[in-house]
Nanobody, 132 residues
């Protein structure tokens, strides 16, 4: 289990940018594939972006592809999500989690969906609110 803390959320106007961080308290972070999820009011939590432990591969769902970039710094034990050109529909609580690798992703038209398990308990997340 990798304890994780999300931060960096806030309120921003449409077309603005934010960078989220997800920090682990253990160096075991560097061996885990990681992903970002979000949960909008009244909706289920959904996968939006993933990255392998060595940054060889990244995965994005269609709604964020081209606008969001997932990176990591294994020295700082931190996962990042750079979010550009934000839209009101991006309003949600954002979470990070350790995940399995490529076998648990399905791809359709360049959009990825993660269907596998997540490891550890969900943190408190970080709220992102985008106004029009």
């Amino acid at each position: 289990q990798v304890p994780l803390v999300e931060s960096g959320g806030g309120e921003v106007q449409a077309r603005g940018s934010l960078r989220l961080s997800c920090t682990a308290s253990t160096h075991r972070f560097r061996i885990y594939n990681m992903a970002w999820f979000r949960q909008a009011p009244g909706k289920e939590r959904e996968f939006i972006a993933g990255i392998t432990w060595n940054e060889d591969n990244t995965y994005y769902t269609d709604s964020v592809k081209g606008r969001f970039t997932c990176t990591r710094d294994n020295v700082k034990n931190t996962l990042y999500l750079q979010m550009n050109n934000l839209k009101p529909e991006d309003t949600a609580v954002y979470y990070c989690a350790a995940v399995l690798g490529a076998v648990c992703y399905t791809e359709s038209g360049g959009s990825y969906h993660y269907w596998g398990p997540t490891f550890g308990s969900w943190g408190q997340g970080t709220q992102v609110t985008v106004s029009s």
